[in-house]
């Protein structure tokens, strides 16, 4: 049965076995791993992934492609969540004693970002989660300061993961080959974040982006006269592109102590 990739489901499936075989490399997938899948799609990766893991579950949206895993693979092996990964409740699943959740898969690019923050919630329950996306938005996740893709997404990613861009994919790994490169990122939640309320770092950071060019003093200016600036460690005059994470924590810090 051939399947006819969605656009609304965001489907680009991966054909190129080359790079399958890179990818799989980098997770490096182990017997007893906890492990899931999002978006298997036509099942590529997770064929090669079950040649390591004992189990594996995985979360798809697609009723068509659900029925295709149920037909093709034994149910004791594959556990199939029929469901949208937004709204899926990745805690909910099983984990052995002592062990923590890895999470990976070829993310559709028109729900990454929220998906990645949806996953922040149960960021101390995983070992590490391994990508694919746009080479974009991988590039905005590892962006250092005064860099121009440094932003909203680099600052409340690296509160919480430590990532790394593992290698570039390009269009015609693809069947339908998207319009950009993409890219392999390997996230692994940082053990202990800057102590920080998320919805206040994500307010300040929000809006320090929202006029990037603009220098900070104006940017939260409403939140902030300068001399609380100057406490946070932030220079009024930069630009939101060169204040480093710490110092996007003190200034939420300061103002959620008011």
């Not at 799609?41 to 949206?61: F, K, N």
């Not at 300068?226 to 220079?235: P, Q, V």
């Amino acid at each position: 049965m051939n399947h006819i990739p969605r656009k609304r489901f965001g489907q680009n499936f991966l054909t190129d076995q080359g790079v399958l075989h890179d990818i799989i490399r980098v997770i490096d997938p182990q017997p007893d791993d906890a492990m899931v899948e999002i978006g298997p799609g036509l099942a590529a990766m997770t064929r090669l992934l079950l040649d390591s893991l004992r189990q594996l579950h995985v979360v798809e949206l697609d009723r068509d492609l659900v029925e295709r895993l149920r037909k093709n693979f034994d149910p004791a092996r594959l556990i199939i969540h029929a469901g949208d990964a937004l709204q899926f409740d990745f805690a909910s699943l099983p984990v052995p004693a002592g062990q923590r959740l890895r999470v990976v898969g070829n993310l559709p690019y028109n729900i990454s970002s929220p998906l990645l923050f949806h996953l922040t919630q149960i960021a101390p329950q995983v070992q590490d989660q391994h990508f694919m996306l746009q080479k974009e938005v991988v590039e905005r996740m590892v962006a250092e300061p005064g860099s121009k893709t440094y932003g909203r997404l680099s600052v409340m990613l690296q509160w919480r993961y430590q990532m790394e861009l593992m290698f570039i994919v390009p269009p015609a790994a693809f069947d339908p080959p998207p319009k950009v490169d993409s890219a392999i990122v390997r996230m692994i939640p940082v053990a202990q974040p800057l102590p920080c309320d998320a919805e206040t770092l994500e307010r300040v950071v929000t809006k320090a982006f929202t006029q990037r060019r603009k220098v900070l003093r104006n940017c939260v200016g409403d939140l902030f006269t300068e001399n609380e600036l100057i406490d946070a460690g932030a220079d009024p005059q930069a630009r939101p592109e060169t204040v480093p994470l710490e110092q996007f924590v003190a200034m939420a810090n300061l103002l959620r102590a008011r």
